[in-house]
């Protein structure tokens, strides 16, 4: 079992059992022993959910200045921006701009570094090269001051990513617990999708944070072994042939004790008019919590991990769903419909991780509620399909792949208190653990012999999801971050093959690959990997 190192000093956090949360009154994550709650006003919900401030580029180039303080309220580090608490702007950009983006360390000097910052561009296709992405160089420690200088590719697939800082060791105490992240939105996909335009946008930061506690072993609990194959959606497992999950509250148990939140917002109301469509762009900023989200109704999917479906030829441009699975680090892209009646509920369902993992219980994240001034004279309100308008940028995703220039195994496993890939567990001093060369693309064969999901990630690229335990998907998909399944019940492990494409020549130099359940990541479950 494994052992969380989690350090703070004060505890935001609700437990939760798997049945759900009730629909008490909605508020944000308390700052001062209390429940603040948004004035009403008059034609919108009380608590509807909050909005990020927004930086947009200018000329090119988005300027973010931040400094980063230790909070009195809750004893975490946070980001202040534009002299507001714990808030982080959405950020956004056109392919081909610029962000530049000022960090100033307020925190306390300490005798390790636990007070140290920086900043991850995730999901850019960018150089890992300092001023740029670069976690493994650039580090501030209290009192000092970061500019990073992240350059847009022109032929950014637009979509969703986000920023959060990256230093090892801390990854789960400043993103998972204290919630530092923000969102970055490259424009674009309405062109491509133009029937987007005339969506209601809603942008959603979920975060899981607060202190938590340790995870205790299920027992003899069986795990179900097709749950967490499917990549996003619950559809390619029947594409493939393969028996569809069974949904099974058993094994969820309740959950770890960190407060969810959608845009640090406890159970918000999110004004939806029944049949109205609104566009939820996702972000799954937990350390730890994989999302299964579901609205009584189908969605329908329209990018991952910021490429839109369709980048990979052959892959319809939207699919309709009724999950879509999210894990740590993921994004979605998709569309929602106004529940019937003008009442629901938004929520994640219970999530088997294995029998030694976190438990993810199913739990109410809002509710969507038609406009109050409407009364009890809701009316339905019909939609266009989405048809596909302008062709995606064109780059290396969107091209037919090259042979395959090289094969890999690699292997994720754990211990009592540490965790590995290929056996080793991570070092700030180690050498890449692969040299590959750019232009290139390989075939990695990624296996899980623990019994509890990893969740794979990689700087600066994109990879094909190919394969999930054996079965090949019908539709292929491009993704930064995918759950690798546990050890199956016969002991053989779980795995992903996937296409890794390192085409593009931005991405020259050293970057990292790790699991993004930020403790497994911290206790050393992270690689470097060398592009030349």
Not at 152 to 178: M, R
Not at 483 to 494: E, M, T, Y
Request: contains cysteine.
């Amino acid at each position: 079992m494994k052992r969380r190192l989690i350090a703070v000093t004060v505890a935001l956090a609700w437990l939760a059992g798997c049945g759900g949360q009730s629909s008490a009154p909605v508020s944000l994550i308390p700052q001062n022993g209390t429940r603040p709650v948004f004035e009403s006003k008059p034609d919108t919900n009380v608590n509807e959910m909050p909005e990020p401030p927004v930086v947009k580029s200018v000329n090119g180039v988005a300027k973010v200045s931040m400094l980063v303080d230790l909070s009195g309220a809750t004893g975490f580090p946070q980001f202040v921006f534009d002299s507001q608490n714990a808030v982080t702007p959405t950020i956004r950009v056109n392919p081909g701009d610029e962000i530049v983006m000022d960090i100033t360390n307020h925190l306390p000097v300490v005798h390790h570094d636990k007070y140290d910052i920086n900043v991850h561009f995730h999901g850019i296709g960018s150089s890992p090269k300092a001023p740029g992405d670069d976690v493994l160089g650039t580090l501030a420690r209290p009192g000092q001051s970061l500019h990073y200088v992240v350059h847009i590719p022109k032929n950014q697939e637009p979509g969703l990513y986000w920023y959060h800082p990256h230093v090892h060791g801390q990854t789960a105490f400043q993103v998972g617990s204290a919630g530092m992240s923000g969102a970055i939105v490259v424009n674009g996909l309405e062109h491509h999708i133009p029937g987007l335009a005339k969506l209601r946008e809603r942008l959603i930061i979920v975060r899981a944070s607060g202190v938590g506690r340790t995870a205790r072993p299920r027992g003899d609990t069986p795990a179900t072994d097709m749950d967490g194959m499917d990549g996003m959606d619950g559809m390619n497992q029947t594409q493939a042939g393969m028996k569809p999950q069974v949904y099974n509250t058993e094994p969820c148990g309740s959950d770890l004790g960190f407060t969810t939140t959608l845009n640090n917002a406890y159970q918000p109301v999110i004004t939806i008019r029944p049949g109205e469509k609104q566009f939820f762009r996702v972000i799954n900023a937990s350390s730890h919590k994989t999302l299964k989200l579901y609205t009584g109704s189908q969605m329908e999917l329209i990018a991952i991990d910021g490429f839109a479906l369709d980048t990979w030829h052959g892959t319809p441009p939207t699919k309709m769903v009724r999950t879509i699975i999210i894990p740590p680090a993921s994004r979605a892209e998709f569309v929602v419909t106004g529940p019937p009646g003008g009442f629901g509920t938004f929520k994640t369902l219970c999530y088997d991780t294995g029998i030694i993992g976190d438990r993810d219980p199913e739990l109410k994240l809002a509710t969507l509620r038609a406009p109050l001034h409407h009364g009890n004279q809701v009316r339905e309100i019909a939609g266009e399909p989405l048809t596909v308008g302008a062709p995606l940028p064109r780059n290396v995703y969107t091209e037919p792949l090259p042979p395959i220039a090289a094969k890999r195994t690699v292997t994720f496993s754990e211990g009592a208190s540490r965790f590995f890939i290929n056996g080793k567990a991570f070092s700030m001093s180690d050498p890449p653990m692969y040299v590959v060369h750019t232009g290139t693309v390989e075939e990695w064969h990624i296996h899980n012999i623990s019994q509890e999901i990893h969740d794979f990630h990689i700087h600066q690229l994109h990879f094909l999801v190919k394969e999930i335990n054996g079965v090949k998907l019908v539709h292929p998909y491009w993704a930064d971050s995918v759950v690798i399944p546990h050890q199956l019940r016969d002991g053989s492990p779980g795995s992903l093959v996937l296409i890794m494409d390192f085409r593009d020549p931005t991405i020259k130099g050293t970057f990292l690959f790790h699991c993004h359940i930020l403790d497994h990541e911290d206790l050393g479950m992270m690689a470097k990997i060398q592009a030349i």
